[in-house]
């Protein structure tokens, strides 16, 4: 039982020596649930903005080794499984600045749509593309998170469009494009896996809805209780 489940958990020695020590798979599996649903509630709780900071630079502060042995294992449409791919996603923008707002400016004519739900600056450049993936981790702490995963996910099918439409612009007409070079498979391969990576994070936009749905409902206040006497059966909005 945690006693502030309030408290931003930040990932400190007791959560890492929790998935590190290998072990059984299953516990493994829920202590990377459950440091990722801490992480998530902790941060939502909190007015501070530098609250909100510090879980956007999170892989800056632990590193990206340190989320990967704590989610990387973890199912794909899962909370735990949908952070470790938006800090992916935002250590490779911070990185490669110029490559990401390239390939999303090439792609945004592909998926006009999907532009507009990432939200990314107009023109697309490289400070533009890296204050859109801080502001959508932001919404993991400020925003509706499954919007926040979609949001990802939007980003990451224009990029995966404007990634494979250079590859295929820069590939000669009558030879095989080597495999290193920029439209070889390689890019090709890698837009493909950023397709499935805006797969994942949708679904697990889709497993946040539906368990907020699951989830019982207060009832309204002054309402009165149903006590089940009634011999109504098509009374109430749960009837059918």
């Known amino acids: 039982m945690v006693d ?9 020695p007791a959560a890492l020596d929790a998935v590190r ?3 059984d ?9 459950t440091t990722a649903r801490l992480l998530v509630e902790g941060a939502r709780g909190s007015d501070d903005e530098l609250v909100a900071s510090r879980l956007v630079g999170l892989a800056d502060e632990h590193g990206l080794e340190v989320l990967s042995s704590l989610w990387s294992d973890a199912p794909p449409e899962s909370l735990a499984g949908a952070l470790w791919r938006l800090f992916v996603l935002r250590q490779w923008v911070h ?7 390239r390939e999303f400016a090439e792609g945004r004519s592909s998926a006009p749509v999907m532009e507009v739900v990432a939200g990314v600056g107009d ?11 801080d502001a959508v981790l932001r919404g993991v702490a400020r925003g509706d998170v499954a919007t926040t995963f979609e949001r990802a996910a939007a980003f990451a099918r224009v990029v995966a ?9 820069s590939a000669p007409v009558h ?29 697990a936009a889709r497993q946040l809805r539906l368990e907020r749905l699951a989830q019982p409902r207060p009832p309204a206040r002054g309402a009165p209780e149903d006590t089940g006497s009634g011999d109504d059966e098509t009374s109430g909005p749960d009837r059918g």
């Open 161 to 169: 469009a404007g990634r494979a439409a250079l590859a295929a612009r």
């Open 95 to 101: 990185a490669d600045p110029l490559g990401a707002a």
């Open 123 to 133: 023109p697309p450049g490289p400070d533009e593309v890296r204050l859109s993936v």
């Open 175 to 203: 030879e095989a494009p080597s495999p290193g070079a920029p439209g070889g498979p390689a890019a090709t391969l890698s837009a493909v896996r950023l397709v499935r990576t805006a797969e994942h994070l949708e679904g």
């Open 4 to 12: 502030h489940p309030r408290r931003p958990a930040y990932l400190g």
């Open 25 to 33: 798979p299953a516990l493994r599996e829920e202590a990377a649930q």
């Open 21 to 23: 020590g290998g072990g």
